[in-house]
């Protein structure tokens, strides 16, 4: 059954899948209901303690703060290009998505988004805002009804303005962002139509998705136990005799006109995939290109392993580690700034370090360290752009930690007493339940967004945050306690006077 098909037969119930399940917003105001929110009070009570006790820290540990109340849940978020400098402020895109209950349609949506300079935002302003309403930071910009929930969207490296997505279905959809017409999300509306297909899973690929940050590559994983190879830049030759065509990296050539939503057709041409690799044994969860290889990637899945590629030599794994987690492993990320190390998160609830020179063809080679301050399943890992130490992970506990692996000493591998995890040196405790996904900002340094799917705990659709902690809590010590100091020095000065 085709997405329009779908809509027409009114609203399809979800799947579930993480913890990820919105609930349906009809089913809310349900008599059967009250006795589920009761049991759930103590809990909710917990939540909301915690959470008062982050807000009230909010003006100390950060910098600036967005708080963006969402209609439904985004279960992606991800940074777009820079559109413009200020002094103050730069703006830029921001992709997201809606997951809805049928009611309307699934959406990709492309915003615009203010993100104010460091040190510029008073404390008092940005420990200020309303739980319920929505940012002034973030704008809607351009929506494309997408044939489906968005369950992953990733930006093409070589030019941020196309985007690929992961949907219920096998296929990877590519869009062209900006040539895409803007769409009003009503009930019937017909999908827009994507700009490329990547045929070649045999079943659902939902979560799974990486893009290459050397060439226009698209690397997937789905529930046939397959990870699938394509090149973007395969349909720019396969489509068009013009050479100026292929000089501009990432762009895409049409065949036809994109669909304006007024046409039936929602297909648009396909790219079939330039490698399938075998070598899991359930559904492939995530995968990750190496930074500064094309031919190299791994993947991670519900078999618990951690599967290196190397297409250069044959479609099996290069390197196979039976025992990564002791549960599923939800999610992976490969170092940008350092290609040995790649980061792992499970629903065992804790995030493993690998040094790839420690892994045998054989599969043995245990991590380098394992972090566990969550509480609950790990859903999104990544590294930090800025800090080749540095990286965060977001869990179904609600938190967003922000680990160092430089600050796990020797001493600190075997803690004593009730200390904080090793390496753990800021966490966000500003959503009220799963953070199901974030995305550090390379343009704005230090700069994070992150969306919760908040459903259950508060009963509204979602929350977008973009934060960024204070530079005291980050930079070097000896750095900031020179400037502590200096600053001490001008307040007893100006005391002094009279």
């Not at 982050?54 to 849940?73: G, Q």
């Not at 973030?138 to 303005?161: A, D, F, M, S």
């Not at 297909?267 to 690799?277: E, K, L, Q």
């Not at 792992?344 to 394992?370: H, Q, W």
């Amino acid at each position: 059954m085709d997405a329009q098909s779908q809509q027409q037969a009114g609203p399809v119930k979800k799947k579930e899948t993480r913890g990820r399940k919105p609930k349906p917003k009809e089913e809310k105001k349900d008599d059967h209901q009250q006795h589920a929110k009761l049991k759930k009070s103590q809990q909710n009570a917990t939540v909301d303690d915690k959470y008062t006790q982050w807000k009230s820290l909010v003006p100390i540990l950060y910098d600036w703060l967005a708080n963006h109340n969402l209609v439904w849940p985004s279960l992606s978020c991800r940074w777009g290009p820079q559109l413009e400098q200020a002094t103050y402020k730069n703006r830029q895109r921001l992709y997201l998505s809606e997951q809805t209950d049928g009611s309307v349609p699934n959406t990709l949506v492309i915003a615009n988004c203010e993100v104010v300079k460091p040190r510029v935002a008073a404390a008092e302003h940005i420990s200020q805002f309303n739980e319920e309403a929505r940012s002034p930071f973030v704008k809607k910009y351009k929506t494309i009804i997408h044939p489906g929930e968005v369950n992953r969207i990733r930006e093409l490296p070589q030019n941020t303005k196309i985007v690929a997505t992961h949907t219920d279905s096998p296929d990877v959809l590519i869009w062209d962002v900006e040539a895409q017409p803007n769409r009003h999300a009503v009930l019937g509306a017909t999908t827009s139509r994507p700009d490329l297909i990547l045929t070649g899973h045999q079943d659902n690929a939902e979560f799974a998705l990486a893009l290459c940050p050397t060439e226009p590559y698209v690397l997937s994983g789905g529930k046939d136990k397959t990870v699938v190879l394509w090149s973007i830049q395969d349909h720019i030759a396969a489509s068009t005799t013009d050479p100026a065509a292929t000089k501009s990296p990432g762009s895409i050539i049409k065949n036809s006109k994109s669909g304006d939503g007024n046409d039936k057709a929602t297909d648009g041409p396909t790219v079939a995939p330039r490698g399938i690799y075998y070598g899991h044994e359930d559904t492939v969860e995530d995968v990750a290109f190496c930074p500064s290889s094309s031919q190299e990637f791994c993947s991670v899945g519900d078999d618990s392993c951690l599967i290196l590629w190397d297409a250069r030599v044959g479609s099996s794994p290069a390197v196979k580690v039976e025992k990564a987690h002791d549960a599923d492993v939800h999610c992976v990320d490969w170092n940008p700034l350092n290609d040995n190390l790649i980061l792992t998160g499970s629903a065992d609830n804790s995030v493993r370090l690998f040094d790839r020179r420690n892994l045998t063809s054989e599969g043995v080679g245990a991590p380098i360290y394992k972090f566990e301050g969550h509480t609950a399943a790990v859903l999104c890992v990544q590294w930090c752009p800025d800090k080749s130490s540095v990286f965060g992970s977001s869990a179904e506990d609600g938190l967003l930690n922000i680990w160092d692996y430089d600050k796990v000493s020797k001493k600190e591998r075997t803690p004593k007493g009730p200390t904080s995890p090793p390496g753990l040196f800021f966490q966000h405790a500003g959503h009220r339940d799963k953070v199901v996904d974030f995305h550090w900002n390379a343009s704005d340094p230090w700069t994070v967004v992150s969306v919760s799917d908040d459903c259950d705990s508060t009963g509204g659709g979602g929350t977008l945050q973009i934060w960024r902690m204070s530079d005291l809590i980050y930079r070097p010590e000896e750095e900031v306690l020179a400037e502590l100091e200096k600053f001490k020095s001008h307040v007893v000065s100006c005391a002094s006077k009279p």
